[in-house]
């Protein structure tokens, strides 16, 4: 299906130097018909709400301090995860959390992560589901690749599971069980 593409007058957004540029913006379909090979959830399975956005940090306790004593929020205690080589807290924003992520030591798949990114940065981003078997299998189908085989348990005591980054727009996305 051909791209339907949009131009945008830069000078209508008020970018001086740049008025005589345009942008070829895609329209909200492009998106989904784009991208035929991934088709929408059916009616075994849906999307729930974002639970949270993990940053990974390379000094926990820094960042703790931050979120609680800066910017006021409620964080939890940091909680150690061996089974998924690192230490968590949250922090609660009221309509979602932000979950801070540390290594447990140098296999961490964080202590990777902040190897390339010392600062560290956004890591991944977690959305709940329904029913995460059927998320699953229905995925597989779809040819979404996941990290492990099967759904493991997360730091909320639920199922999870990691889909790769390559199929999903370049977003490390993890399901969890609502």
């Not at 009616?43 to 931050?66: C, S, T, Y």
Request: with cysteine; aromatic share 6%; net charge neutral.
């Amino acid at each position: 299906m051909a791209r339907v593409l949009k131009a945008v007058a830069v000078s209508s957004l008020g970018l001086g130097l740049f008025s005589r540029l345009q942008i070829p913006f895609p329209t909200v379909r492009m998106f989904s018909t784009s991208q035929s090979s991934h088709q929408v959830a059916g009616p075994v399975w849906n999307l729930g709400r974002l639970n949270h956005v993990a940053i990974a940090v390379p000094d926990l306790e820094k960042a703790k301090a931050f979120y609680e004593n800066v910017l006021g929020a409620q964080v939890s205690e940091a909680v150690p995860l061996p089974e998924h080589g690192v230490s968590v807290v949250f922090v609660n924003l009221g309509n979602t959390k932000m979950e801070l992520l540390h290594p447990l030591g140098n296999e961490s798949p964080i202590a990777g992560f902040l190897q390339k990114n010392k600062a560290g940065g956004m890591h991944h981003i977690c959305i709940e589901v329904d029913d995460i078997k059927a998320a699953v299998m229905d995925l597989k189908e779809k040819k979404i690749r996941s990290l492990s085989e099967e759904a493991k348990i997360g730091a909320h005591g639920k199922p999870v599971i990691f889909l790769h980054p390559k199929d999903c727009g370049g977003v490390l996305v993890e399901l969890e069980q609502a």
